[in-house]
Every structure is written in C-alpha cells, then in structure tokens.
C-alpha cells in the first residue's frame, strides 16, 4: 500500500495546480539533483507579440503575415498559435492550406492559394529553400524570429518579442533550497535567444538549437550525475520528458503529447507551481520513510 504520507503529499500539491501521476514520480520529485528548462513557453509565456515585420521581395508585410498564419493554423507551436491569433484579431482572413506538413520544433511547409510557402525558425526555412544561413539573424539578436518563404524565396521575417514568465528567478532560488545543484536550459531556438532569456537567472549551463532527440541525449546524459527533471510544453520535448526520472508538463495550454508522456502535469499556466510542487514532495518522502 502507498503510505498516507504520500497520498497527502499528492492531494496537497494537486490543490496548488501540480498533478503528480502517482507516489512513484512523487518520491522521484524529492529526490531530483538536475532541473532543465525548456524555453518556449516553458520559461517564457510563449505569448509572443509581433515587433516587426520586414518584406524582402515585394510581397507586402500584410501579406507575409497571412501567408504565416494561413500555414501556421496546422499547428500547436505556440509561436504558430501566436501568428495565427495576430493575424485574426487584424482582421485577416485566413485561407485553409494544403500539402500541409509540420516539422515539430522547426515549423511548417505547404501551398496557400497555390503558392508554396515555408514558415518557421529562420534558420529552418533557410534550409528548406537551399539557404546555407539566414543573413538575417543577426539583425533580431534576443526576439524570436519567424522567416516566411513564397514560392522558393525569402519573403519576410516576423521579429517576436516573448517575455520572461513572472516568478522564475524566485523559483530557481527556492529549487536550490531544496536540493537542486543543477539547472539548464534547454531548447531549439538559436543560442543569441537563449542567451538573451537566461541572463540573470543564474543557470549552470544552456543548450541551444537542440532537436527534440537532442534534447533527450541531454537528459540522458544529465540522469549520470543523478536524478534528472525535464520541464517542457511542446510536441517536440515529449521524448525528453519521457526519458527523465521525472517529466513535467505545461499542461494549461502545452501539447497534449507532453501531457500524457509527463509524470507531472501543471494545471495552471505558471511553471513557478514547481517551488511548493517540490517542497510539497520532499517533505512527504520525509514523513513516509
Ligand atoms: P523551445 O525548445 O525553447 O520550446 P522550440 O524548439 O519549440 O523552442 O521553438 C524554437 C523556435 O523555433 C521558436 O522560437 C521559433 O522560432 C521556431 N519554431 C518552431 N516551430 C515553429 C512554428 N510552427 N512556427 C514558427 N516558428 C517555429
Ligand atoms: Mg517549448
């Protein structure tokens, strides 16, 4: 039988927004040595809001944006979710896409209106158009950037401001408290990004450009200095979750992938949840042994 303690410990958190799937990952939670973060809507709201839009070859800045958000409906990213909403509440009328293929983490291709069109990371779309690198990059150190590719050429980019989530710095310091000797970050988006969002937050280390397998021989390689904790929200960090000792979810308004490979689902849309998430398990095991 599983002992009071930790059924109590499972009920209290619950009250805060923490689901913990059972008195295993309960006791896993105790005991985590290494917390890593993904960023896009993990760390940051994953709200983001169009700064700018730039136009390259005379298809307009309106029309990139429709282009983008016509596509991105076929998918859950929340950068994509993000156009999409833009795009409705400027009063665009979005076309339903075809061929639509969505590459998790990168973004996504297929025609609109008989137009081939490529949206996602920069350097993705690059990539897909036979670019060896974005030569733009450079120009939004620090915002998100989502290139948008007509017909084989870039068109335009969206320059994305996505802010910081409140309480993370206090969180982190809270987790040490508790035991946790290690934090990284973790994420596909370009290092001058991650840089940006980890200042200040006094991280032991930071992984950018990962694919999702990446991020899972992160984790893997992390769980040999002790028990390791992943935090994600996407499609794309579903392997990772599921190969820590201890896998966290978004779950108010992440993937629903990264829900069901999580041992930990956060009910609200605030990651700061972990601080007394933690406390909640490391004083149950206390109490249960
Ligand atoms: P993280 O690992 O930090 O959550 P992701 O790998 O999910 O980040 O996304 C990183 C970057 O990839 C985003 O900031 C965005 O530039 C780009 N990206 C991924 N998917 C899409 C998409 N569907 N549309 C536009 N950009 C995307
Ligand atoms: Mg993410």
Redesign the pocket.
């Given at each position: 039988a599983v002992p009071v303690a930790l059924v109590a410990g499972l009920s209290r958190a619950a009250h805060f927004g923490v689901l913990i799937k059972g008195a295993k990952p309960l006791e896993a939670m105790a005991r985590i040595r290494t917390l890593i973060v993904?960023?896009?809507?993990?760390?940051?709201e994953?709200r983001?809001r169009i700064v700018s839009i730039d136009s390259h070859i005379g298809i307009s800045e309106v029309e990139i944006l429709r282009f983008?958000a016509a596509l991105?409906q076929a998918?859950q990213?929340?950068?994509?979710q993000a156009?999409v909403a833009i795009a409705k509440e400027q009063g665009l009328t979005l076309p339903v896409p075809s061929e639509v293929a969505?590459?998790?983490?990168?973004?996504?291709v297929g025609s609109v209106q008989g137009r081939k069109i490529v949206?996602?990371?920069?350097s993705?779309v690059a990539r897909r158009i036979g670019q060896t690198s974005d030569n733009h990059s450079s120009l939004a150190a620090g915002s998100?950037?989502?290139a948008v590719a007509v017909d084989g050429k870039m068109a335009g980019h969206l320059v994305?401001a996505?802010p910081l989530r409140k309480g993370v710095e206090t969180m982190f310091k809270r987790l040490r408290q508790e035991g946790v000797a290690r934090i990284l970050l973790?994420?596909?988006?370009?290092p001058e990004?991650?840089e940006r969002v980890a200042e200040g937050l006094g991280l032991d280390g930071l992984r950018a450009g990962?694919t999702p397998d990446q991020?899972v021989l992160l984790v893997l390689t992390e769980r040999k200095n002790g028990p390791v904790m992943m935090v994600?929200?996407?499609v794309?960090?579903a392997p990772a979750l599921a190969a820590a000792d201890v896998g966290v979810a978004m779950g108010a308004r992440g993937a629903a992938a990264s829900a069901e490979a999580a041992d930990v689902v956060l009910l609200v849309d605030q990651v700061d949840r972990l601080g007394p998430g933690i406390v909640i398990a490391r004083r149950a095991r206390r109490i249960a042994i």
């Open positions: 993904d960023k896009t809507g993990t760390l940051t994953g983001p983008a991105e998918s990213h929340p950068v994509a156009i969505e590459i998790p983490g990168e973004g996504v949206v996602g990371g920069a993705f998100v950037l989502v994305m996505d973790a994420t596909g988006d370009r990004v991650a990962l991020k994600g929200d996407g794309n960090d």
